[in-house]
T-cell receptor, first 117, second 113 residues
Framework: EAGVVQSPRYKIIEKKQPVAFWCNPI?????LYWYRQNLGQGPELLIR????????DSQLPKDRFSAERLKGVDSTLKIQPAELGDSAVYLC???????????????FGEGSRLTVL | SQKIEQNSEALNIQEGKTATLTCNYT??????LQWYRQDPGRGPVFLLL?????KEKRKERLKVTFDTTLKQSLFHITASQPADSATYLC????????????FGKGTHLIIQP
C-alpha cells in the first residue's frame, strides 16, 4: 500500500513568488493534516481536514496561505506571496477515521522542503 | 500558556544501554500521548500510543510511561543500537476532540558504538 505522497520534495523560490504543495493521502483516510516544521523544531499544525471540510485552520496565516481538499482526497497548500520566514519543511499527514473517538496514528509524507531566497 | 517540553540537548548513550527520553507538558489534559521517530530528511513515523488511563505500554525494546499527576511521559529504549539514533517526538491531543495533535520539539538521540 502506498503511503502519503507529497510533491515537490524540494522547492527554491525568491521572496514574493507563489508556491504550491500537493499531498495525496493514504487511500480511505478521512483526516488530512498540513504541518510546518522549522529546523530543530517539532511539527506545527497549519490546518486539519475531515473529508473536504477544514475543521481546524486557526494556525493558518490566512493573509498569504490557503489550502483546499477537493472531493475529500488530495490536498493543495499554497503560499502567495512567499516570505523569507516561510522557509521550512511542509509535512502532510493522514489518519483513518476521525471524530472524538479517534486516537489513531498519523501517517506522514516525506515533506516538501521550501527555501525562500 | 500551554507547553510541551522535551530534552533540548542531544542525548548521547552508549550502545547496549537504556536510553530514557522525557516529555513534560503544562496546561494540557491529554486523553492520550504518542511518540514518533524522525530521521533526517524524512517525515515522522509513529511508534507508540499511551492513553491517560494507562501507566505503561511496551513494544519490543520500547517502553512508554504516562504519569498524568506529574504531567510527564518517559520513553525508554532498552539494549540501544546505533540504528536507534534519530529524533524522537512526543505528541499529545490538545483539545478540539481527539484529533488536535500537538508536537514537542523532539530530542535528538545518538547511540554511540
Amino acid at each position: 500500500e502506498a503511503g502519503v505522497v507529497q510533491s515537490p520534495r524540494y522547492k527554491i523560490i525568491e521572496k514574493k513568488q507563489p508556491v504550491a504543495f500537493w499531498c495525496n493521502p493514504i487511500s480511505g483516510h478521512n483526516t488530512l493534516y498540513w504541518y510546518r516544521q522549522n529546523l530543530g523544531q517539532g511539527p506545527e499544525l497549519l490546518i486539519r481536514y475531515e473529508n473536504e471540510e477544514a475543521v481546524d485552520d486557526s494556525q493558518l496565516p490566512k493573509d498569504r496561505f490557503s489550502a483546499e481538499r477537493l472531493k475529500g482526497v488530495d490536498s493543495t497548500l499554497k503560499i502567495q506571496p512567499a516570505e523569507l520566514g516561510d522557509s521550512a519543511v511542509y509535512l502532510c499527514a493522514s489518519r483513518s477515521g476521525g471524530g472524538r473517538a479517534s486516537t489513531g496514528e498519523l501517517f506522514f509524507g516525506e515533506g516538501s522542503r521550501l527555501t525562500v531566497l | 500558556s500551554q507547553k510541551i517540553e522535551q530534552n533540548s540537548e542531544a542525548l548521547n548513550i552508549q550502545e547496549g544501554k537504556t536510553a530514557t527520553l522525557t516529555c513534560n507538558y503544562t496546561n494540557y489534559s491529554p486523553a492520550y500521548l504518542q511518540w514518533y521517530r524522525q530521521d533526517p530528511g524524512r517525515g515522522p513515523v509513529f511508534l507508540l500510543l499511551i492513553r491517560e488511563n494507562e501507566k505503561e505500554k511496551r513494544k519490543e525494546r520500547l517502553k512508554v510511561t504516562f504519569d498524568t499527576t506529574l504531567k510527564q511521559s518517559l520513553f525508554h529504549i532498552t539494549a540501544s543500537q546505533p540504528a536507534d539514533s534519530a529524533t524522537y517526538l512526543c505528541a499529545l491531543n490538545s483539545g478540539g476532540g481527539a484529533d488536535g495533535l500537538t508536537f514537542g520539539k523532539g530530542t535528538h538521540l545518538i547511540i554511540q558504538p
